[in-house]
């Protein structure tokens, strides 16, 4: 069993509507839950970075972690064909060491 | 300010090649990393350097070895080229383990 799992999409929707990724993780020592966004042919950026659970909330974006069901989500509204990009979760903590855990990261696109 | 930066940005090697992919951070963080990103994979770590003087293995550190030639630079090198390591590499790095990693724009490997 994967670490981090993540749909891959592709995922389209049109402009102006909500969005919602999700990331599913086995192992509940991760203490640290991250959002990367990557454009095409292009390093990963940090957009949302959070400890424990909770919500976190940047502009259009929001980041939830639910740690008892091992479960997080990025929200994003009012999307925007700029949001165009995959969308990576990363995590790390506790008894895993130094290491970060990545999903296979979720396609989207936003139609104008 | 440039954040982190890789060369080559492109390199097309023949089998049992040998070469060096380079990495620089200008933001004076303690730990680098290395990592390959293929399709369906997601990212992959290598190799990291917690700090100057200390390197240690990732998931999948077979058929490379790392150099942390100073604070700032991190390099990968690959002895003997497979086509198996045919992929995209990203550096990243961050000011310490399990803080927040930073990723430079990629080097794309081909190994015919």
């Known amino acids: 069993q994967k670490e981090v799992e993540q749909d891959p999409g592709p995922l389209s929707v049109p402009e102006g509507a909500i969005v919602s990724l999700n990331c599913t993780y086995s192992?509940?020592?991760?203490?640290?839950f991250m959002w990367y966004r990557q454009y095409s042919r292009k390093g990963p950026e940090l957009l949302m970075y959070t400890y424990s659970s909770g919500n976190k909330e940047d502009g259009r974006f929001t980041a939830q972690v639910d740690k008892s069901s091992k479960y997080i989500s990025l929200f994003i509204r009012d999307s925007q064909p700029s949001d165009s990009a995959t969308y990576l979760c990363a995590m790390s903590g506790g008894s895993t060491g130094n290491q970060f855990y990545f999903g296979t990261g979720t396609s989207l696109t936003v139609i104008p | 300010n440039a954040g982190v930066t890789q060369t080559p940005k492109f390199q097309v090697l023949k089998t049992g090649q040998s070469m060096t992919l380079q990495c620089a951070q200008d933001?004076?963080?303690?730990?680098m990393y290395w990592y390959r990103q293929d399709p369906g994979m997601g990212l992959r770590l290598i190799y990291y350097s917690a700090s100057e003087g200390t390197t240690d293995k990732g998931e999948v550190p077979n058929g490379y070895n790392v150099s942390r030639l100073n604070k700032r630079e991190f390099s990968l090198r690959l002895e003997s080229a497979a086509p198996s390591q045919t992929s995209v590499y990203f550096c990243?790095?961050?000011?310490?383990?399990?803080?927040?990693?930073?990723f430079g724009p990629g080097t794309r490997l081909l190994v015919l």
């Open positions: 933001m004076n963080h303690n730990s």
């Open positions: 192992n509940s020592a991760f203490q640290y």
């Open positions: 990243a790095s961050s000011a310490g383990i399990q803080e927040t990693q930073y």
